[in-house]
DNA sequence: GCGAAAATCAGGAAAATCCCTAATGCCTAA
DNA sequence: TTAGGCATTAGGGATTTTCCTGATTTTCGC
């Protein structure tokens, strides 16, 4: 049974070395191609794939948030993240979205391979290296520290505060959610009140502290 | 002789240690203390010390800035800096700036008073691993990156952006500098041209890469 | 000193934000 | 099943901020 991929990154050149490495086993199959979250979770929706490989970092709708919407109608997809940072943040709330695995992007091409085919078997796989970090995060700071933005935010929210982060202005987010300026207006608001910040200079902190969005870009 | 100290540094424990470590040495006295470089500007014009040491992340003028103005006008003082974090940018633009020292905080209480006596003697001191960070550095992106904000940037500009980027309003800048909001809005959009960015969010994010702001607070 | 750059400020138009209100749909507990 | 809470959507009008143009004073290097 062939294994059906879709690959969810920004850059380009690792998309093109990630289908060269996988087209080459003759059982996985990419079945789609995304630059943003939001395209990733389109194509979730048309081809129903088993495993989806995901940037952690990406424009518009970042893979974290992309991962929990896919395994919220889709509990089956087995997400592999992907990032360059084996930023602390980043993984926790990556796993926390329910991804399956969790490749740092310098690792050998075949480790995604490999990686693959350990979720397929219901099982997790981390890069070396990123199970480190679980570890010493978990002992200190995170064990119940639970006010992360995705457990006071909700999802339509946090794409708000990711889109205002990556210093979009009301309207242009408002076009990009197909809603009107009022509704973002509206939805900004209450993530002030929740989160105490009425700037949006902290907000951006905020943001870039909860892996919503990076400091590139 | 005497050598006259001025601390800098806005958490209070802090500065209770340093002063209790450094009261314990007869040729050394603290004649100040600053609680953000704004107030160390003000003691260095008073008193006139031999050595400042100064945390590199305070609230509404930072480490960076204070020691470039410090130095401006007395160029004989010292500048010893100190840090929490090891990370590259603080470390380079502190330098660049013309700290005689840079300490990481977690170094031995006892290796400031080396690093005190090492700098009135007009030579520089390093936390170890903090002269790891310089070679690497210099190594990889920065040879000649110039275009740091210390650059493109004129002083009051900066002063600016990093009030924007600690979540300050307009008017409340206008306040904290004593001028007109007029003026803080020219320097606003001179800044906002010169980077040819156009958001707060970005400029957020510019200030944290450029060390201006923390992401804390 | 002199000129360029920096820093300061004003007035009015344009745009964004804030505050209040409210309809709709969905889920849950009584 | 119904009432209530929450998420999402949105409008109107007051208020604030930003934008654009232009101008004066201050500073600083040569």
Redesign the pocket.
Known sequence: MTIKIILADDHQIVRQGLRTLLTAEPDMKIVGEADNGRTALRLVQEHTPEVVIMDVSMPDLNGIEATRQILADYPGVKVIALSMHSDSLFVLNMLKSGASGYLLKDCALEELVKAIRTVVCKKTYLSPGVSDILIKDFASTWSDNNSSAFSIL????REVLQLMAEGK???VI?DQ?C?????V??????V?NKLGI?S?AELTKYAIRQGLTSLEN
């Open positions: 909700t999802t339509r929210e202005s009301t309207n408002a959610l809603v009107s300026v009022k509704t207006e509206a939805h900004r608001k209450q002030m009425h949006v």
